[in-house]
């Protein structure tokens, strides 16, 4: 049955129109008021009308979990994390058997976490302290035995892992019952769709098909969700026949392959071609994948219809990826892309790979790339550059390690700054239009996916920095609404 919206106004001051959907799809675009409204019409009263924003890379599962652990963002030090942690337990806030925080960020702490500090807290009860960028894990003794870590042998310091060694911990935290899971994993989709997302590339590292296959069993349908597929589960994808943009079920399809080739700046484990300041034993960081097993890596998933998404960090990293992708004669997504040699920007346009961005870690991570990428920082999170050079961006939020929230990176990329900073290199933002192209995959036009989102102001007429609190009016995922606030429901008949 077709529905029409009635009374929205294009971004950039257009005239009011009123569109008609069928089926999910707009069918028609009409001068606002030329033919007679019905009783079932949905008046947007004027309110700005958008296509709905995607975000491109999240980890969804931990984002749900990640707001019901303990918040290490505000330590800065190891002495001052673990006070968070025994303020914690003795306030009673953490009852699992494993004390599990998360979001600290120790690459300009004074002093290094190690197992001593958090055993001072809690000899006998298991403390995971999980960084900001889900790359390192900070564990107390009781934990390194909990989990059969020899420590310091297992560890890059005592008590702490990185890497696939700190993954491997990260994965065997993901032990909610499936319902609670699905139940915090229910209640952020639905926050997701209040900031207007109609959909996410979801690159949990777990075995995602049967989670995403139970959700929507279950009534899952607040966000399309494309979910990743990594190395350690390509076999058992491709003997189900998976394949990028393969309809799952509801509004879930198989995404891509995702494999990481390095690790983060704030661990300093991303693969660069200059060392690390007062480096350790891995001077230019640490190359998970090399290239050698890459391209037989990315090779086979091609060959069985995935599309590729290769983690790569570092310049040093980047290089070495988008080599790969040049064997391969195939494009793909660099996820994070955050260093990259003047000379290869160029090279992503060239191959036709997309830099997959989190405009936000530039403005979470600029002292520390300062730090550690000193005199390298004009062509760090260089998101100008990429748009300059011709490539494609897409944006996201790496979530948890900055918040699902398509606003906050779209303010990130066009301002380079929050709280009142000066802008990190000011010289990379890009425009609001940009963004907005980047974090949305459709139009407002005929035969597009009724994928809207309704807004009290436009965005293209408010200053960048204000965008992190853009107010969301209608959410709607192929014309059925998802959100809406309390001023459209009260005016109007409407199911979320």
Same mark, same amino acid.
């Given at each position: 049955?077709?529905?029409?919206?009635?009374?929205?106004?294009p971004?950039?001051?257009?005239?009011?129109?009123?569109?008609?959907?069928?089926?999910?799809?707009?069918?028609?675009?009409?001068?606002?008021?030329?033919?007679?409204?019905?009783?079932?019409d949905?008046?947007?009263?004027?309110?700005?009308?958008?296509?709905?924003?995607?975000?491109?890379?999240?980890?969804?599962?931990?984002?749900?979990?990640?707001?019901?652990?303990?918040?290490?963002?505000?330590?800065?030090?190891?002495?001052?994390?673990?006070?968070?942690?025994?303020?914690?337990?003795?306030?009673?806030?953490?009852?699992?058997?494993?004390?599990?925080?998360?979001g600290?960020?120790?690459?300009l702490?004074?002093?290094?976490?190690?197992?001593?500090?958090?055993?001072?807290?809690?000899?006998?009860?298991?403390?995971?302290?999980?960084?900001?960028?889900?790359?390192?894990?900070?564990?107390?003794?009781?934990?390194l035995?909990?989990?059969?870590?020899?420590?310091?042998?297992?560890?890059?310091?005592?008590?702490?892992?990185?890497?696939?060694?700190?993954?491997?911990?990260?994965?065997?935290?993901?032990?909610?019952?499936?319902?609670?899971?699905?139940?915090?994993?229910?209640?952020?989709?639905?926050?997701?769709?209040?900031?207007?997302v109609?959909?996410?590339?979801?690159?949990?590292?777990?075995?995602?098909?049967?989670?995403?296959?139970?959700?929507?069993?279950?009534?899952?349908?607040?966000?399309?969700?494309?979910?990743?597929?990594y190395?350690?589960?390509?076999?058992?994808?491709?003997?189900?026949?998976?394949?990028?943009?393969?309809?799952?079920?509801?509004?879930?399809?198989?995404?891509?392959?995702?494999?990481?080739?390095?690790?983060?700046?704030?661990?300093?484990?991303?693969?660069?071609?200059?060392?690390?300041?007062?480096?350790?034993?891995?001077?230019y960081?640490?190359?998970?994948?090399?290239?050698?097993?890459?391209?037989?890596?990315?090779?086979?998933?091609s060959?069985?219809?995935?599309?590729?998404?290769?983690?790569?960090?570092?310049?040093?990293?980047?290089?070495?990826?988008?080599?790969?992708?040049?064997?391969?004669?195939?494009?793909?997504?660099?996820?994070?892309?955050?260093?990259?040699?003047?000379?290869?920007? !160029?090279?992503?346009?060239?191959?036709?790979?997309?830099?997959?961005?989190?405009?936000?870690?530039?403005?979470?991570?600029?002292?520390v790339?300062?730090?550690?990428?000193p005199?390298r920082?004009?062509?760090?999170?260089?998101?100008?550059?990429?748009?300059?050079?011709?490539?494609?961006?897409?944006?996201?939020?790496?979530?948890?390690?900055?918040?699902?929230?398509?606003?906050?990176?779209?303010a990130?990329?066009?301002?380079?700054?929050?709280?009142?900073?000066?802008?990190?290199?000011?010289?990379?933002?890009?425009?609001?239009?940009?963004?907005? !192209?980047?974090?949305?995959?459709?139009?407002?036009?005929l035969?597009?996916?009724?994928?809207?989102?309704?807004?009290d102001?436009?965005?293209?007429?408010v200053?960048?920095?204000?965008?992190?609190?853009?107010?969301?009016?209608?959410?709607?995922?192929?014309?059925?609404?998802?959100?809406?606030?309390?001023?459209?429901? !009260?005016?109007a !008949?409407?199911?979320?």
């Amino acid at each position: 049955m077709t529905r029409a919206i009635r009374n929205a106004r294009p971004l950039g001051g257009h005239d009011p129109i009123d569109l008609l959907i069928d089926d999910g799809v707009i069918v028609g675009i009409l001068p606002a008021g030329i033919e007679a409204a019905a009783s079932d019409d949905l008046d947007l009263e004027g309110r700005f009308i958008m296509p709905g924003l995607w975000d491109e890379h999240v980890h969804l599962t931990q984002w749900a979990q990640h707001r019901r652990r303990i918040d290490l963002a505000p330590a800065e030090s190891a002495a001052e994390a673990a006070a968070i942690v025994r303020s914690s337990l003795s306030r009673g806030a953490a009852t699992d058997a494993v004390v599990v925080g998360v979001g600290f960020r120790d690459g300009l702490w004074p002093d290094a976490p190690n197992a001593a500090l958090l055993d001072s807290v809690a000899p006998d009860r298991p403390i995971v302290l999980v960084s900001a960028d889900v790359h390192c894990v900070w564990l107390n003794s009781a934990a390194l035995v909990h989990f059969g870590v020899d420590s310091p042998s297992g560890a890059d310091g005592d008590g702490v892992l990185r890497e696939d060694a700190a993954f491997a911990i990260t994965a065997r935290l993901d032990s909610a019952p499936d319902a609670e899971l699905d139940r915090w994993v229910a209640e952020a989709a639905a926050e997701a769709a209040a900031r207007g997302v109609v959909g996410v590339v979801d690159l949990e590292m777990r075995w995602n098909r049967d989670d995403w296959a139970r959700r929507v069993a279950a009534g899952f349908d607040a966000l399309r969700v494309e979910f990743g597929v990594y190395p350690q589960h390509l076999d058992r994808a491709i003997e189900l026949g998976l394949r990028s943009g393969q309809p799952l079920a509801g509004t879930v399809s198989v995404g891509p392959l995702k494999v990481i080739t390095d690790g983060s700046l704030n661990t300093r484990t991303a693969y660069c071609c200059d060392p690390y300041p007062d480096a350790p034993a891995e001077a230019y960081g640490r190359l998970n994948v090399p290239p050698c097993e890459l391209h037989p890596l990315l090779a086979r998933g091609s060959e069985a219809g995935f599309e590729l998404a290769v983690h790569a960090i570092g310049d040093g990293a980047n290089r070495l990826a988008l080599d790969v992708f040049a064997k391969l004669g195939r494009g793909g997504r660099i996820e994070h892309a955050q260093l990259v040699h003047d000379s290869d920007f !160029a090279r992503f346009a060239a191959l036709g790979v997309t830099a997959s961005v989190q405009p936000e870690h530039a403005v979470d991570d600029r002292d520390v790339a300062e730090r550690y990428w000193p005199g390298r920082t004009r062509r760090a999170f260089a998101l100008r550059s990429f748009l300059d050079a011709g490539a494609r961006i897409v944006l996201g939020s790496d979530a948890p390690v900055a918040p699902l929230d398509p606003w906050v990176a779209i303010a990130a990329a066009t301002s380079r700054t929050r709280d009142g900073r000066p802008a990190f290199h000011a010289e990379q933002s890009i425009t609001v239009v940009e963004a907005l !192209a980047a974090s949305t995959r459709s139009l407002v036009g005929l035969g597009e996916p009724a994928d809207l989102v309704a807004l009290d102001v436009d965005p293209l007429a408010v200053a960048p920095e204000t965008l992190r609190t853009m107010p969301v009016a209608l959410t709607m995922l192929a014309g059925r609404a998802t959100h809406a606030d309390a001023a459209l429901r !009260a005016g109007a !008949a409407l199911e979320v």
